[in-house]
């Protein structure tokens, strides 16, 4: 981030600064995984994507937090991971999220900067994919990017975080919120991807 970006976004600032540990550490875990290495690696790492997604898809109905994020529902993942199982004949198990529903409002936009943001690391990984011949259209949908551009949909959900009337300590929360979000990617991962 620039000076003057850390300027225009002092929130997402705060929000980066506060995550970057968790952050590294987790695409560290992912990478030394090698996701692309093989079909059978590709799917652990599909169905740790597909537990984190299927975690947080309450965030993506929630009226709060489409009163603030108004192209919200459009933004989910969730059944583009469905359909690269589906692709892989694997079985969608259910996942328990009712808590999600529970958040505060800063919480939840805690949580929900954390898997919005990982579509920035998804683009690196999207690169990656014609090693196993996925694509957009067989195992790897839940990589591409949005019609409008990445860039474009990541500035637009800055801007928004950054328009939220939030108290000191309401901002401490949506920290936490977000901080808490990686933690459970973290146990996603560590009950999921055996090392490689
Ligand atoms: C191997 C896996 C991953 C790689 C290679 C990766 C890489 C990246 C890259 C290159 C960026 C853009 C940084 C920038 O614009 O300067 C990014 C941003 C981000 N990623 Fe990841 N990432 C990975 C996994 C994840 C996962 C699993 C999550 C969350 C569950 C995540 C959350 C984020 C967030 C929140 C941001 C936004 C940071 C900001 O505020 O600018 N990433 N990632």
Same mark, same amino acid.
């Given at each position: 981030m620039t000076n003057i970006v850390k300027q225009q976004y002092p929130r997402m600032t705060k929000l980066r600064s506060v995550t970057t540990d968790s952050h590294q550490s987790l695409d560290d875990k992912v990478m030394s995984f090698k996701p692309f290495d093989s079909n059978e690696n590709y799917i652990k790492f599909l169905n740790f994507q597909y537990r984190l997604m299927a975690k947080v898809a309450p965030l993506y109905q929630s009226k709060q937090l489409i009163s603030v994020f108004n192209d919200l529902t459009s933004r989910c993942r969730l059944d583009y991971l469905k359909q690269d199982l589906r692709d892989f004949k694997q079985s969608i198990s259910t996942v328990e #999220? #009712?808590?999600?529903?529970?958040?505060s409002l800063p919480a939840a936009i805690g949580w929900l900067y954390v898997i919005e943001g990982s579509k920035l690391g998804a683009a690196v990984l999207a690169k990656q994919v014609g090693k196993l011949d996925l694509s957009d259209e067989f195992g790897?949908?839940?990589?591409a990017g949005p019609s409008n551009g990445r860039g474009s949909a990541w500035r637009e959900f800055m801007k928004s975080v950054e328009s939220v009337n939030l108290s000191e300590q309401e901002e401490e929360t949506m920290l936490e919120g977000a901080l808490n979000a990686f933690n459970f990617a973290h146990t996603c991962i560590d009950n999921g991807l055996e090392q490689a």
């Open positions: #999220n #009712n808590e999600l529903n529970a958040l790897a949908r839940f990589l």
